[in-house]
């Protein structure tokens, strides 16, 4: 009984903090626009890395030019596992000016950052995880035809040779409001093994949307289009993204609980 008890609380206190992950992102977002190649982009890079070390993640770098404005970067916190797959969530740092980037997107970073803590401190997941800030996604600014962060992480998978490895990869795009969310990716349809086990883990809260001509408008495109498995999980639509509205103030905080709820489980045991 008591084995019980304790085996019952130890997984409740590694559950992510939906506090922790809310108060990240509203800390990122104070800081003002975040654009891709520019010192607040770094800035909040180099805090994310901090806290991936802090909690025991190992942490890689992969580092790529933004043509005309100068340098990104992606920040991967590593867990390995016994197995060979890889399971990714993903979270672009960067924002649009003069957007502080609340919603797009220190809330899917801020949910990183918490994924993070739970991650490093339970015993190993099914799969190995990585959990990227990409670099400048946001291409009204870039104005490239790719999200650069995105597509550098593609280039050292292929590298590594573990684009072969990759049994899903979550782009966390807009998770900071509200109660329902949206799941979008290339398939016509929900796929049994990809984004119908997400939309089983979300219930009601979460529904399916086909990007438009199967081309997603997030870090999961460059996945897809290298072949493999992607969706992007947001919230349905937001009237302030890419400006000056999306501050802080208009993130909820039970909106992180929320999704942490349903991307934490099936980072612990996709396979």
Not at 25 to 35: K, N
Not at 72 to 97: T, Y
Not at 206 to 224: F, I, K, T
């Amino acid at each position: 009984m008591i084995a019980t008890f304790l085996a019952c609380c130890a997984v409740a206190a590694a559950a992510p903090s939906g506090g922790e992950a809310y108060n990240f992102a509203v800390s990122l977002a104070r800081h003002g626009a975040r654009p891709a190649a520019g010192a607040k982009e770094r800035a909040a890079h180099q805090r994310v890395a901090a806290r991936f070390r802090t909690v025991g993640l190992r942490v890689g770098y992969e580092r790529f030019d933004v043509p005309g404005k100068g340098r990104s970067r992606d920040v991967i916190g590593i867990r390995d596992s016994p197995a060979d797959c890889l399971v990714i969530a993903m979270a672009h740092a960067d924002s649009v000016p003069p957007a502080p980037g609340a919603d797009d997107n220190a809330s899917g970073v801020g949910t990183l950052v918490a994924l993070a803590r739970s991650l490093a401190t339970e015993p190993a997941p099914a799969c190995d995880v990585w959990l990227v800030a990409t670099g400048a996604e946001e291409r009204p600014y870039t104005k490239t035809a790719d999200h650069l962060g995105a597509s550098a992480l593609v280039r050292r998978l292929e590298r590594m040779n573990r684009l072969k490895d990759v049994k899903l990869a979550l782009s966390l795009d807009e998770v900071g409001r509200g109660s329902r969310f949206v799941l979008h990716s290339t398939a016509p349809t929900p796929r049994e093994d990809v984004e119908q086990r997400i939309l089983d883990a979300g219930g009601k809260r979460v529904s399916y949307a086909r990007d438009p001509q199967g081309e997603g408008n997030s870090d999961h495109r460059e996945l897809a289009r290298a072949g493999a498995p992607a969706a992007k999980l947001g919230v349905p639509d937001d009237s302030c993204r890419h400006t000056a509205c999306d501050t802080p103030s208009r993130l909820h905080r039970g909106a992180f609980t929320r999704v942490l709820r349903i991307v934490w489980p099936l980072l612990r045991t996709w396979n």
